[in-house]
């Protein structure tokens, strides 16, 4: 992300901003990065869905660990 950032240079001299990319980025870099390791599909699902607090599961799984 960071060397992404270094493009548009001032991103990087901007911190508020660049924070808000970070923030709505993360989950779905986070996601395509488990899926090209080909990580299996319960932990695929971490980075997009750890900050849903509202997610409703049928059991405890990955996310409930990270969200906690």
Do not use: C
Request: no cysteine; hydrophobic share 40%; glycine share 2%.
């Amino acid at each position: 992300m960071l060397s992404w950032a270094e493009h548009p240079s001032d991103l990087l001299n901007d911190s508020m901003t660049l924070d808000r990319v970070i923030d709505s980025i993360h989950g779905s870099l986070g996601t395509m990065i488990l899926q090209s390791w080909n990580f299996p599909p319960e932990l695929v699902l971490v980075p997009s869905s750890h900050t849903d607090f509202t997610r409703k599961a049928e059991k405890a799984d990955y996310i409930d660990v990270v969200t906690s």
